[in-house]
T-cell receptor, first 111, second 121 residues
């Protein structure tokens, strides 16, 4: 059975800290791994990773994929209170875009 | 630019009543469309997906059904709601490219509507 496991389930840090969120997966027919940020309603897209070892970067956020060890990490440097959210990892495993999602990591950034 | 609209934002329904949630996408054609349910503190569970008009695939046995009467319209329905149908329902779309042998290759990010919070009493 395909599964995606995120860790930690929740994390509380202070502004300025650096955090690393983890996502491991066991999926047949892997096509891509995606990270989303969910605040109150719609998850918003952060990164899509398809190749191992190539870092994707956007401002203070970065992510990398290891297809041999079947995991990805999402790093956030110099955290701000606006980074507080649930971060979801999803793995796409079919041509139609079917995805399995992890349960998310709830990040709380305190002032 | 592409936008996705989902309504209503919240809904309170009695057990046994019917349900219809609607989702429309603008600014793109022939998208793949998805319905998810999210339980509190959990990830998204895929309920249905559609690669074209009238083409619906169901992922889990359930009390719900989906329909795609138009290219950019996706509807989630139930004839009689159960207490267990409570949850947060999200509609999403992704772009497609033609693949060899037909079909719609969609290894692209999904974009989500704002969701419907459904409470069954």
């Amino acid at each position: 059975e395909d599964k995606v496991v995120q860790s930690p389930l929740s994390l509380v840090v202070h502004e300025g800290d650096t955090v690393t969120l983890n996502c491991s997966y066991e999926v047949t027919n892997f096509r891509s791994l995606l990270w989303y940020k969910q605040e109150k309603k719609a998850p918003t897209f952060l990164f899509m990773l398809t190749s191992s070892g190539i870092e994707k970067k956007s401002g203070r956020l970065s992510s990398i994929l290891d297809k041999k060890e079947l995991f990805s990490i999402l790093n956030i440097t110099a955290t701000q209170t606006g980074d507080s959210a649930v971060y979801l990892c999803a793995v796409v495993y079919t041509n139609a875009g079917k995805s399995t999602f992890g349960d998310g990591t709830t990040l709380t950034v305190k002032p | 630019s592409q936008t996705i609209h989902q309504w209503p934002a919240t809904l309170v329904q009695p057990v046994g009543s019917p349900l219809s949630l609607e989702c429309t996408v603008e600014g793109t054609s022939n998208p793949n469309l998805y319905w998810y349910r999210q339980a509190a503190g959990r990830g998204l569970q895929l309920l249905f997906y559609s690669v074209g008009i009238g083409q619906i695939s169901s992922e889990v046995p359930q009390n719900l059904s989906a329909s795609r009467p138009q290219d950019r319209q996706f509807i989630l329905s139930s004839k009689k709601l159960l207490l267990s149908d409570s949850g947060f329902y999200l509609c999403a779309w992704s772009g497609t490219v033609s693949s060899k042998g037909g079909g719609h290759n969609s290894n692209q990010p999904q974009h989500f509507g704002d969701g419907t919070r459904l409470s069954i009493l």
